[in-house]
């Protein structure tokens, strides 16, 4: 068991309940040198949040995130919460030496997003994105083949990540579908991952050229029964050239009937070619040239 380190959780919706399994099991499944410690939770409810901190262990909780980021038992703040709430809080948190683990997407917008990178540069501490599908073991195998050359020169990265859940033209609204939340639809909520991912494996952008779509754009509040307008993105396709001369073809959509989640990434090569499916997700398929495959 290794050095303890406090834990202190705002938000407690579904990513909430997701971090805090995470953070709860880590060492039984990794031999991370720090064990975390569940020392509190933030949020609005008070009611809510007692029935949440005994539920996840959580040894205390708080009303207001601004005491519990002053806190001198927590080391990590794990930020949850909706979009929009993602830059103050980290802010805040950075200035006050804790490191953070912020929700994708980063910020609103590039702006925010800066922002919160040169906080991180001046103070020191680490300011960490959840892009969880980097650590998946399919991906971390995929980087390290593509790292020593066994696929040879890298010509295509494909992704496409599809959902369902906004088919439905009668689908409700969602704070997600407000640009005021979210900043941006699906392109932050899905695409996030891919981009992320196209970086991860490939290297950098250097030319974008794609396209935004909206079918859906009025959907009912079911609080209210008012039907209003959708002003973010329900998906999007884009074409890219990457820095080391690849070329790349992403896309996201939530409007994908028969998908729950499905990310499916393949990179071609020289010398081979791999292909990862999500939801099959303890698989990478790998075709090399030398093994008589191509």
């Given at each position: 068991m290794g050095r303890f380190v406090g834990v202190g959780l705002i938000g407690h919706g579904f990513m909430g309940r997701a971090h805090s399994l995470a953070w709860r099991n880590i060492t039984l499944f990794t031999d991370s040198p720090l064990t975390p410690v569940l020392k509190a939770v933030a949020g609005r409810s008070e009611d809510a949040l007692r029935g949440f901190a005994a539920k996840f262990g959580f040894e205390r909780y708080y009303t207001d995130y601004r005491l519990m980021i002053k806190d001198p038992g927590i080391d990590i703040i794990d930020n949850v919460t909706p979009n929009y709430m993602h830059a103050e809080p980290t802010i805040e948190a950075m200035e006050a030496g804790k490191h953070v683990i912020v929700e994708k997407p980063m910020a609103m917008n590039s702006r925010e997003a800066y922002e919160m990178v040169k906080v991180a540069e001046r103070t020191g501490v680490i300011n960490m994105v959840a892009h969880n599908y980097r650590f998946v073991p399919a991906i971390v195998l995929a980087r390290q083949?593509?790292?020593?050359?066994?696929?040879?020169?890298?010509?295509?990265?494909?992704?496409?990540?599809?959902?369902?859940?906004?088919?439905?033209?009668?689908?409700?609204?969602t704070w997600r579908l407000r640009r005021e939340y979210a900043g941006y639809g699906t392109i932050a909520d899905l695409g996030s991952h891919v981009i992320d991912l196209a970086r991860y494996l490939i290297g950098e952008v250097v030319s974008v050229n794609g396209t935004l779509y909206t079918f859906n754009r009025f959907r009912v509040n079911q609080a209210t029964g008012v039907r209003e307008e959708v002003n973010v993105d329900e998906g999007f396709t884009a074409m890219l050239r990457f820095e080391n001369g690849a070329v790349g073809l992403i896309e996201a959509s939530k409007l994908a009937t028969g998908h729950y989640n499905s990310l499916i990434i393949e990179v071609n090569g020289s010398e081979g070619s791999i292909r990862f499916d999500l939801e099959r997700i303890n698989e990478l398929e790998v075709h090399l040239a030398k093994d008589g495959e191509l």
């Open positions: 083949l593509i790292g020593s050359g066994s696929l040879g020169r890298i010509y295509h990265f494909r992704a496409l990540y599809l959902q369902q859940s906004l088919a439905n033209p009668e689908a409700p609204m």
